[in-house]
Antibody, heavy 117, light 110 residues
C-alpha cells in the first residue's frame, strides 16, 4: 500500500493550490482519504476527508468555504484544493488512507505548500 | 489550542517504560476510539495504534494503547533510542463531526 503525493508548491496570497495523492496496492472503494496539515514546528491539524464509494466529504469548520476535495477512482487519485491562500496556510499537507475501523492507517510523504508574496 | 490535551514532552532512559497521556471529553475519547501516531523527525506520521486498538503489522508489541473514560494512554516499554519522536493522539469528535488531535508529546531518550 502506498500513498504518493504531488510535489512542493509555492503560491502567492489569494491564490489556490491543488495537492494530489495517488493511492496504490489496495481497493479504493473500501476506504476514504483524510487530509491533515502541519505548519512548521507545529502539531497535526485535520483538514477534511472524503469517502470514495459515495464521495461524501467532511471538512473542518475553519476550512469550510475554502476547501474542496475530490476523488478520481479510475486514476486512484484524491485531490485537495485550498483557495484564498494566506501565509499561515504554509504547511506540509498529508493525505492518509482512512478506514472505518482503523482510522488513518497509511500516510503519504507530505507536500510542502509555501504561501509567500 | 488542541481539543485533545497531551503533555508537551517527557523523557526516559533506555529500557524504561514511559506512558503518554491524552485527555479529551465525552464527545471524542469518551465516545470513540483513539489513534496513536509516531512522527520521527522530518518524516510523515506513522500509525502505531488503530482505532480498533490494534497494532498495524510491523509495529512492535512494546507499544500498547489503553483508554479509560475520556482519557487514553500510549505505553512504550523497553524504551529505545530510536523511539525518540513526537507522538500524537487523535479521535473522532461526534459533536464537531471532525477528527481532533492532541498537540503532541516529544519523547526524549536520555
Amino acid at each position: 500500500v502506498q500513498m504518493e503525493q504531488s510535489g512542493a508548491e509555492l503560491k502567492k496570497p489569494g491564490a489556490s493550490v491543488r495537492v494530489s495523492c495517488k493511492a496504490s496496492g489496495y481497493s479504493l472503494s473500501a476506504y476514504g482519504f483524510s487530509w491533515v496539515r502541519q505548519a512548521p514546528g507545529q502539531g497535526l491539524e485535520w483538514v477534511g476527508q472524503i469517502t470514495v464509494y459515495n464521495g461524501e466529504t467532511k471538512i473542518a469548520q475553519k476550512f469550510q468555504g475554502r476547501v474542496t476535495m475530490t476523488v478520481d477512482s479510475s486514476m486512484g487519485t484524491a485531490n485537495l484544493n485550498l483557495g484564498r491562500l494566506k501565509s499561515d496556510d504554509s504547511a506540509v499537507y498529508y493525505c492518509a488512507r482512512l478506514h472505518d475501523a482503523d482510522g488513518m492507517d497509511v500516510w503519504g510523504q507530505g507536500t510542502t505548500v509555501i504561501v509567500s508574496s | 489550542q488542541s481539543v485533545l490535551t497531551q503533555a508537551p514532552s517527557l523523557s526516559g532512559t533506555p529500557g524504561q517504560r514511559v506512558t503518554i497521556s491524552c485527555s479529551g471529553s465525552n464527545s471524542n475519547i469518551g465516545s470513540t476510539s483513539v489513534n496513536w501516531f509516531q512522527q520521527l523527525p522530518g518524516t510523515a506520521p506513522k500509525l502505531l495504534i488503530s482505532t480498533s486498538n490494534h497494532r498495524p503489522s510491523g509495529v512492535p508489541d512494546r507499544f500498547s494503547g489503553s483508554k479509560s473514560g475520556t482519557s487514553a494512554s500510549l505505553a512504550i516499554s523497553g524504551l529505545r533510542t530510536d523511539d525518540e519522536a513526537d507522538y500524537y493522539c487523535a479521535a473522532w469528535d461526534v459533536s464537531l463531526d471532525a477528527w481532533v488531535f492532541g498537540g503532541g508529546t516529544k519523547v526524549t531518550v536520555l
